[in-house]
């Protein structure tokens, strides 16, 4: 079997309905698809969405937004950033756009997050930002977290691409103490604009900043201008900014997305409680599920081989395959990758946890399009090849 037959379950499919290409029809209608009120709106939805009085600042990626946020807590030439190394490349190759650099840690073997004491140890009279990343959209130790930064003065900007929504100690993240918070809106995260992203913060004048950064370092957005009564061809530049608005056809396809959250979020927990209890008894290390006052995203369902596995994690992936179903694995961690290798000279047994996990992991197919018959044949797909 292969990705071509119509039963192959892929690791993942993006949940668009009727309601999504009606609205982005009416906006393709309306004569304005770049930023305008549907961003406007889908700003004011998510704020409002997150509770906590945040302002919500739309961008074409979550890229995008981690490069706004650290602009505008001012990484800069020299400057290092705080990250795990088992993440996506981008949640720190916005460091180098700035002229600063990465230091990658290691992750806690259970959670697979941010090893708060890794943090610590990593930290240099350069280090400006620690960037936590909610792996899987199971919140990082954030009480810790919060604590090493105010000790030694540095901020907090959270990668929660994983992480709509994710509870933790209580509150959302987006809601909690940080300098920024930043959402993606890929195909495959928890709710999809195609492309997109969002910057969350509590900080007036971050989100000012950000706002004038993410479309030129113009004062005035595309739609003022052409809407309020100072003359429309009339703008000031000041700052050499980026282009990374989101356009309203964007916008609008993630107004409905919001819409329907709370619906996907029922419909994620009710495919990984049951892939948790399936799979009870296979020689696999099954996803830490969230602490008493938090909530999981599951973004991923990340599996593990155990010791008693009698096939490497490739084999079991191809073995999946032939099986017609996708998977992937999050991630082939950053001091793998040749560019961060090569850069910091890095080597596996500096990062002994995620290295180990690297090794033995799998991520298998959770999305909320997914039927339970789909999970079905994955989790007999997994008992016929692990039992
Ligand atoms: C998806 C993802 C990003 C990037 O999101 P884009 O919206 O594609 O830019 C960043 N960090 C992590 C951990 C991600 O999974």
Redesign the pocket.
């Known amino acids: 079997m292969n990705a071509a037959d119509e039963s192959f379950i892929p690791f993942a499919r993006p949940d668009i309905g009727e309601a999504e290409i009606e609205a982005v029809s009416r906006t393709l209608r309306s004569g304005w698809v770049t930023t305008g009120p549907e961003t406007r709106a889908f700003e004011r939805e998510f704020a409002d969405y997150l509770g906590g009085g945040v302002q919500a600042v739309a961008v074409n990626?979550?890229?995008?937004?981690?490069h706004l946020a650290l602009e505008a807590i001012g990484v800069g030439p020299g400057d290092e950033v705080i990250a795990p190394t088992l993440?996506?490349t981008?949640?720190v190759e916005v460091a180098r756009y700035l002229g600063a650099d990465a230091r990658l840690v290691d992750v806690d073997p259970v959670t697979l997050n941010i090893d708060p004491a890794r943090i610590e140890a990593a930290i240099t009279p350069r280090t400006k930002a620690i960037l936590p990343?909610h792996?899987g959209g199971l919140a990082c130790d954030m009480d810790a977290i919060f604590a090493i930064a105010r000790r030694h003065g540095i901020q907090v900007v959270e990668?929660a691409?994983?992480a709509l929504p994710t509870r933790c100690g209580g509150a959302l993240v987006g809601t909690l103490p940080s300098a920024a918070a930043?959402f993606?809106?890929?195909a495959?995260?928890t709710m999809t604009t195609g492309?997109?992203?969002m910057v969350v913060t509590h900080d007036e004048a971050l989100a000012a900043r950000m706002k004038v950064m993410r479309l030129h370092g113009i004062s005035r957005d595309a739609f003022d201008r052409f809407t309020s009564k100072t003359p429309a061809w009339y703008y000031e530049v000041v700052a050499p900014g980026f282009k990374y608005n989101l356009t309203d056809t964007a916008a609008a396809l993630g107004r409905v997305q919001l819409q329907r959250l709370p619906a996907f979020v029922r419909r994620r927990e009710h495919l990984a409680a049951r892939y948790l209890d399936a799979l009870k008894g296979l020689p696999l290390v099954l996803p830490a599920d969230a602490p008493a006052g938090g909530t999981h995203a599951w973004?991923l369902f990340v599996l593990r081989l155990s010791d008693g596995a009698t096939v490497t994690r490739d084999e079991l992936i191809q073995a999946l395959s032939d099986a017609g179903i996708g998977t992937s694995v999050?991630y082939v961690p950053l001091h793998r990758q040749p560019y961060w290798q090569g850069r910091y000279g890095l080597r596996p047994e500096q990062f002994p946890q995620a290295d180990k996990a690297y090794q033995r992991m799998f991520s298998i197919p959770l999305f909320t399009a997914m039927s339970d018959d789909e999970q079905g044949r994955v989790i007999a797909a997994l008992r016929a090849i692990l039992g």
């Open positions: 990626s979550a890229t995008a937004g981690l993440t996506f981008a949640t990343v792996y990668d691409a994983h930043v993606s809106f890929y495959n995260k492309e997109g992203g973004h999050h």
